[in-house]
């Protein structure tokens, strides 16, 4: 019913920036919070940055002042932009949505992820 497509991922070198894009599409209704987690291989997934339908963002202390989470609503589209990056941010990265597909009824979910490698 609900799809999310990520996008943007890739190989960057150390101090390097990328921009992660998420567009949600299908049966919505409405969509509240939406945000970035990682997973590392090995580590736990964790949350990156989220931010609600009313503009009011939250981060992880490891990301703050290097990554901006910001949407479209009219797209339906989440963004993640990363700065300075560092080799401990590379990881799969996923984005979620909370979507309401019928009046009432909030589910969550998820794109299928995309790399994010940080080498030299």
């Known amino acids: 019913q609900v799809q999310l497509v990520e996008s943007g991922g890739g190989l960057e070198q150390p101090g390097g920036s990328l921009r992660l894009s998420c567009a949600a599409s299908g049966s919505i209704f409405r969509i509240d919070t939406m945000g970035w987690y990682r997973q590392a291989p090995g580590k736990q997934r964790e949350l990156v940055a989220g931010?609600?339908?009313?503009?009011?963002?939250n981060y992880a202390d490891s990301v703050k002042g290097r990554f901006t989470i910001s949407r479209d609503n009219a797209k339906n589209t989440v963004y993640l932009q990363m700065t300075s990056l560092k080799p401990e941010d590379t990881a799969v990265y996923y984005c979620?949505?909370?979507?309401?597909?019928?009046?009432?009824?909030?589910?969550?979910?998820w794109g299928q992820g995309t790399q994010v490698t940080v080498s030299s």
């Open positions: 979620d949505a909370r979507v309401m597909v019928v009046p009432g009824r909030w589910d969550d979910y």
């Open positions: 931010i609600t339908n009313g503009g009011s963002t």
